[in-house]
Every structure is written in structure tokens, then in C-alpha cells.
């Protein structure tokens, strides 16, 4: 059977973000996440690089947070937190959010390379900022 070629329409309409669940035994239960839409993961690479003194340079300040907050969804896949909530996530186990960061870097298509490259492009780690604020609010406004 050969493959259909796909039009607009198809690759518009086709539902290929789902939740997907994962044991978080830190926190007593499960929680969804979900893979990132292109949209998002470009944002979450651009935060994470800053420019300083005329310099590129990592933000690797609650990277695992902020990823996480981005991929921990209910069950129809709607985001749980608000990038207002990434500093209080950062609070969390890092055993925890790393089992959640790996899920969701996973489904994103993120490989240990892409982080390792975005790393790659920086001498020095910066501290300062946790907000994504050109991704979508948890209601998806």
C-alpha cells in the first residue's frame, strides 16, 4: 500500500501533539505532558539564549522548569502552568522535573546533542530571567 500524499489541509489538521502520561512517584502520582509545537520549542531555544557584553550566552536557570512548564498538560493537552508559575516549579525536586524534562524533550524531538549544541554556542552561563513570554498561557491565549 503506498503511502497518500499529504496536502495542506492534511498536515494542518492532523493531530500530532498528544498527552501522554508519566509516573512522577516525587510527587505521588502522574502527571500528562506533551511534545512542544514548533512554535514553542523555537521560543524555549531563544530564551535560553541571551545576549550579554555583545556575547551569545546560555540561560540554563530553570531550564528543566521552564521546559517543564511547558509540557505538563492536562489530559486534552492544555498547558497546567503559566510561565508566571516557573519559578515556583524550579523549587521542585530536581529528581522529578528532570523525569518530566526528559518526557517532554523526548516527544519534542529534542535530542542530549540539541541541548548540548544550544550549550555549545556560549562560554559563559547566564543567571537572570524565567520567563517565556512569547509561548502560549496555560488557556492557549
Do not use: H
Not at 500500500?1 to 516525587?26: C, G, H, N, T, Y
Not at 489530559?75 to 508559575?85: H, K, L, P, T, Y
Not at 550549550?119 to 552561563?125: A, I, K, Y
Not at 543567571?127 to 491565549?141: M, R
Request: aromatic content about 4%.
Amino acid at each position: 500500500m503506498a503511502a497518500k500524499m499529504l496536502d495542506r489541509d492534511s498536515i494542518l489538521s492532523a493531530p500530532d501533539i498528544r498527552p501522554q502520561r508519566i509516573e512522577v512517584p516525587e510527587w505521588g502520582g502522574f502527571v500528562y505532558v506533551r511534545g512542544l509545537t514548533a512554535r514553542e520549542r523555537d521560543a524555549f531555544e531563544a530564551a535560553t539564549m541571551k545576549q550579554r557584553n555583545g556575547q551569545q550566552v546560555v540561560d540554563t536557570r530553570n531550564m528543566r522548569a521552564r521546559l517543564a512548564a511547558l509540557g505538563i498538560c492536562d489530559e486534552a493537552g492544555r498547558r497546567v502552568f503559566s510561565d508566571e508559575d516557573i519559578s515556583a516549579l524550579g523549587a521542585k525536586s530536581s529528581l522529578a522535573l528532570e523525569r518530566v524534562f526528559d518526557a517532554v524533550r523526548n516527544l519534542s524531538g529534542m535530542t542530549n546533542e540539541d541541548l548540548a549544541e544550544l550549550e555549545g554556542n556560549s562560554s559563559t552561563p547566564m543567571v537572570d530571567g524565567d520567563s517565556l513570554s512569547d509561548s502560549p498561557s496555560p488557556s492557549g491565549a
